[in-house]
Nanobody
Framework: QLQLVESGGGLVQAGDSLRLSCVGS????????VAWFRQAPGKEREFVAA????????VYTDSVRGRFIISRDNDKNTVYLEMNRLNPEDTAVYYC????????????????????WGQGTQVTVSS
């Protein structure tokens, strides 16, 4: 069973940057697409960004495109989310999730199709 562990969250000011990490354990995430979702208080969990197993394809939600960068280092079994120019609307718990289909390149922007989830890491942006 693949396990995902997120880290890198924290409290920052508007305009600052953070880099989140998602490490796979028990199994490698090398062969799988990985995504980041986030959930703000009182809101639904929403798609943020995703990357295919090879890193050749990345997908972003409109509100973060141009500010966030998703990347992966398969040698380290890790996926990153670099978040720049943060604003208070980015405040949420950020979750890492992985697809269970090796080599899949079709990215879902909903929770459907994402099979493994981490526990989340809190990101708080003050104004």
């Amino acid at each position: 069973q693949l396990q995902l562990v997120e880290s890198g969250g924290g409290l920052v000011q508007a305009g600052d940057s953070l880099r989140l990490s998602c490490v796979g354990s028990a199994r490698t995430i090398t062969d799988y697409a990985v995504a980041w979702f986030r959930q703000a208080p009182g809101k639904e969990r929403e798609f943020v960004a995703a990357i295919t197993w090879s890193g050749q394809k990345t997908v972003y939600t409109d509100s973060v495109r141009g500010r966030f960068i998703i990347s992966r280092d398969n040698d380290k079994n890790t996926v990153y989310l670099e978040m720049n120019r943060l604003n208070p609307e980015d405040t949420a718990v950020y979750y890492c999730t992985a697809d269970s289909r090796p080599g899949n390149t079709i990215i879902s922007r909903t929770r459907r199709g994402w099979d493994y989830w981490g526990q989340g890491t809190q990101v708080t942006v003050s104004s």
